[in-house]
Nanobody, 119 residues
Framework: QVQLVESGGGLVTAGGSLSLSCAASGSAFGIISPNVMGWYRQAPGKQREMVATMSSDGKTNYADSMKDRFTISRDNAKNTVSLQMNSLKPEDTAVYYC??????????WGKGTQVAVSS
């Protein structure tokens, strides 16, 4: 089994920055290659949406509305993925989830971390 644990959420004023981190553990993760780790978010009353993903070979994918403000990075040796969020807006308020899995399926999910942006 694979466990994903997020950290780094919180409350920030509009225009501010936050950094999220996620650590994957579990022997099963190490044998998934290639793999993808990434971030999704779900705002109240809205569907979950992809924020950014990064494959184990370094390929990134961003949602259009966030690619100029958010940066994803990962450390393959440590099985961690991070999300640097700059110029945050109130509409970025959501629960942010870490996800991971093979390229065709985000099989594993964290419990989420709350990000709140005040105006």
């Amino acid at each position: 089994q694979v466990q994903l644990v997020e950290s780094g959420g919180g409350l920030v004023t509009a225009g501010g920055s936050l950094s999220l981190s996620c650590a994957a553990s579990g022997s099963a993760f190490g044998i998934i290659s290639p793999n993808v780790m990434g971030w999704y978010r779900q705002a109240p009353g809205k569907q979950r949406e992809m924020v950014a993903t990064m494959s184990s070979d370094g390929k990134t994918n961003y949602a259009d509305s966030m690619k100029d403000r958010f940066t994803i990075s990962r450390d393959n040796a440590k099985n961690t993925v991070s999300l640097q969020m700059n110029s945050l807006k109130p509409e970025d308020t959501a629960v942010y989830y870490c996800a991971a899995g093979p390229p065709w399926s985000m099989k594993f999910w964290g419990k989420g971390t709350q990000v709140a942006v005040s105006s």
